[in-house]
């Protein structure tokens, strides 16, 4: 499945808006 950590694109961005923060939060921690 697509993660959303913005090297994907903005594409990413819209299909994984709902997941998206939650994936970014983990990552960047």
């Known amino acids: ?3 959303c950590d913005g090297a994907h694109g903005r594409h ?3 299909a994984c808006d ?3 923060p ?3 939060n ?3 921690k």
């Open 1 to 3: 499945w697509p993660y």
């Open 12 to 14: 990413n961005n819209e």
């Open 18 to 20: 709902n997941v998206g």
């Open 22 to 24: 939650l994936v970014i």
């Open 26 to 28: 983990n990552k960047k």
